[in-house]
């Protein structure tokens, strides 16, 4: 058999195996991601396998550049690759996909036992600004206080779309005319 229909093999076998598998992606015909642990999971890394052309009779491309990988220190990653290697090398010139899918997945407390998370400057950055903006909240929140007389006031004033009626505030014309009239007429018999 030649490289391309060992690989066209594989790559069936994989179809078939992960095709439910939510942890279990296929790049393309060549390049596949592995999910290793949960979601929430702090220890949890994805895989990235690519064949070279020569593929089985020479290793895969192991990595672990995803970006869900970010917080994983250089150094677990350099301890993970080293390890996935050996495997590779043990199983030359056979599909090890699989292989070495499952032994990440069976062996991944004792690869990501050194694992201390990676903080980034984001993070940092974002930690701060929830510290900074509870307080900024609370001085916002600080608005005077009604009595409940000044409530049913304000209440009683709106219809029922919690509006006040057009020309509430308006001033009695006839009422305002009729007290100025009289004062300046009171005005001029004093006069």
Known sequence: ????????????????IYGDDECFKEISPVSFQFRIGD???????????????????TAPNIS???????RI????????LLK????A?????TAMTYTLFEWAKENQE????NHRPV??????????????????MKKKEKREQLTKAQKRRIISRTDHKGELPRGWNWVDVIKHVSTESSWFSGDRRSL
């Open 64 to 70: 672990l550049d995803a970006f869900f990988n970010n």
């Open 1 to 16: 058999m030649t490289a391309n229909e060992d690989q066209e093999m594989e790559l069936e076998a994989l179809q078939s």
């Open 119 to 136: 903080v980034s400057a984001v993070t940092l950055t974002s930690n701060c600004n929830l510290i900074s903006a509870p307080s900024a």
């Open 89 to 93: 090398e043990a199983n030359m010139g």
């Open 84 to 87: 996935l290697q050996e495997q």
């Open 39 to 57: 979601l929430e999971d702090v220890k949890s890394f994805i895989l990235d396998i690519t064949w070279p052309e020569s593929y089985p009779d």
């Open 73 to 80: 220190s250089a150094e677990t990653k350099h301890t993970i």
């Open 110 to 113: 004792a690869l990501m036992e």
